[in-house]
């Protein structure tokens, strides 16, 4: 059956350092794949999608991911985070499950930064 | 940009109330869905439309039903409100014809059923 995991819960990183965030899915064929991000009592926001091509994909707010086929892997990343990075953030696969075309969220990760 | 509007907030209601959570979204998409967001177990599927006067159900559509009479609006209702009912409940539209289509989201609708 289709899922992803984002193994950490939570991530706490200081102001400025670098950050990963884990994501790994599960589906037979190519999955598009998104990552999202919530605010604190908000919807949530598209930050990026991959769907084919190169497997590095860029997108707003300075992050970027990296599509790894071998490692069923879609990790996100940014070079230096800000404290208006606090969220939790979502990865998401679309993939077809019995007949109809669906979103699979992971259960998500929350990100903390220290000043 | 695309604007998923949900009608409330913030709603607290009494257990046994019918309850209708309402959402409308602006850029013509054919398909909507409603989520449901608990700490833990991310955003589960109640759920969804792919065009008007049609639904499907998601992975957790007991005690749930919803209507789509108009293509811009898809509505969520509680028949009989339940404290287990309390939760976050998310509105998202997206466009049909493209797999990488993503999903637009509504600021959500906060629900506690006392």
């Not at chain 1, 706490?12 to 009592?41: H, I, K, M």
């Not at chain 1, 919807?43 to 991911?65: H, M, N, P, R």
């Not at chain 2, 898809?74 to 993503?102: V, W």
Request: hydrophobic content about 35%.
């Amino acid at each position: 059956a289709q899922s992803v995991t984002q193994p950490d819960i939570h991530i706490t990183v200081s102001e400025g350092a670098s950050l990963e965030l884990r994501c790994n899915y599960s589906y037979g064929a190519t999955p598009y794949l998104f990552w999202y991000v919530q605010s604190p009592g908000q919807g949530l926001q598209l930050l990026l999608k991959y769907f084919s091509g190169d497997t590095l994909v860029q997108g707003i707010k300075g992050f970027e991911a990296e599509f790894k086929r071998s490692q069923s892997s879609f990790n996100l990343r940014k070079p230096s985070v800000h404290w208006s990075d606090a969220a939790e953030y979502f990865c998401a696969v679309g993939a077809w499950a019995s007949g109809t075309y669906k979103y699979i969220f992971g259960t998500g990760t929350r990100l903390k930064v220290l000043a | 940009d695309v604007k998923v509007t949900q009608s409330s907030r913030y709603l607290v209601k009494r257990t046994g109330e019918k309850v209708f959570l309402e959402c409308v979204q602006d850029m013509d998409h054919e398909n909507m869905f409603w989520y449901r967001q608990d700490p833990g177990l991310g955003l589960r599927l109640i759920y969804f439309s792919y065009d008007v006067k049609m639904k499907e159900k998601g992975d957790i559509p007991e005690g749930y039903s919803v209507s789509r009479e108009k293509k811009e609006r898809f509505s969520l209702i509680l028949e009989s409100a339940s404290t287990n009912q309390t939760s976050m409940y998310l509105c998202a539209s997206s466009f049909n014809d493209r797999k990488n289509s993503p999903l637009h989201f509504g600021n959500g609708t906060r629900l506690t059923v006392t």
